[in-house]
């Protein structure tokens, strides 16, 4: 690649096909790679892509310790990414805090404003914080916006 005399997008490569489930090494060579050129924002996006992946991958596996430490590199890396303040926040309901996750949350439908999870979420945490108001309120948008779980939820009431 001209554009990686250093050959780390293939190191990333062999890294992903040999080693699927190996996160770690994967996450630390592109750190490497960012270290060189912190101001190439694609490098930066594509990471923060991989990290919510993984994020996503510990999450479902019920680590959800290592999934938020992934979550956590993807929003510094990318901080304009929707998906991985939604999937942070996930991670701090699920730990019980639920001031933080829900303006995670918020963040998030403001990033996108069609971002249904996110807004599904906020339904959520703000149902389950007391204010049932704006739970009905994000729950409806989140349906509006094809969310699922809030189609379900709303048809069940």
């Given at each position: 690649h001209p554009e990686d005399p250093r050959?780390?997008?293939?190191?990333?490569?062999?890294?992903?096909?040999?080693?699927?489930?190996?996160?770690?090494?994967?996450?630390?060579?592109?750190?490497?790679?960012?270290?060189?050129?912190p101001a190439n924002d694609s490098l930066?996006?594509?990471?923060?892509?991989?990290?919510?992946?993984?994020?996503?991958?510990?999450?479902?596996?019920?680590?959800?310790?290592?999934?938020?430490f992934y979550f956590q590199r993807s929003v510094i890396f990318d901080t304009t990414s929707a998906?991985?303040?939604?999937?942070?926040?996930?991670?701090?309901a699920q730990k019980g805090l639920l001031e933080q996750a829900q303006k995670l949350f918020s963040h998030a439908t403001r990033l996108d404003s069609t971002y249904g999870d996110a807004f599904y979420n906020l339904a959520m945490v703000s149902t389950d914080?007391?204010?049932k108001a704006a739970g009905q309120k994000y729950l409806r948008k989140a349906a509006e916006l094809g969310n699922a779980r809030a189609k379900s939820q709303l048809g069940a009431q």
């Open positions: 050959g780390y997008a293939g190191h990333i490569t062999i890294l992903k096909t040999l080693s699927p489930g190996d996160f770690t090494s994967t996450a630390q060579t592109y750190e490497r790679w960012i270290g060189l050129e930066r996006r594509v990471y923060a892509a991989y990290c919510t992946d993984a994020g996503t991958y510990y999450f479902r596996m019920g680590h959800i310790d290592t999934a938020g998906k991985a303040f939604n999937n942070l926040g996930s991670v701090l914080r007391g204010d």
